[in-house]
């Protein structure tokens, strides 16, 4: 079985988004990616309705993503080996 290498395989954008919440926290998210669904009342749900709409956000977003993992080797999933 072929693993792939592409670090954002698998993982959703909620995930991501609470991986890097859960890093940075809104406000340091709100430096690197600047939008007002980080800024003002950020939610995962808001952020995740902005993010789905709106490709050049997500795509800074999926990046900063990708250098957590590579920097910290948290992969960020949630879910649980059954």
């Known amino acids: 079985m072929h693993a792939s290498r592409d670090p954002l395989h698998g993982v959703t954008l909620e995930t991501i988004v609470t991986t890097l919440v859960a ?4 406000a340091g998210l ?3 990616v ?3 669904c980080f800024k003002f009342d950020p939610s995962v749900k808001s ?3 902005f993010l789905r709409r709106t490709p050049w956000a997500r ?3 999926e990046r900063l993503y990708v250098q957590h993992v590579r920097a910290t080797g948290d ?3 949630t879910t649980d080996p059954v």
């Open 75 to 77: 992969a960020g999933r």
């Open 34 to 36: 600047d939008v007002r």
């Open 30 to 32: 709100a430096r690197e």
């Open 47 to 49: 952020s995740l309705q």
């Open 59 to 61: 795509t800074k977003v």
């Open 23 to 26: 890093a940075r926290g809104w």
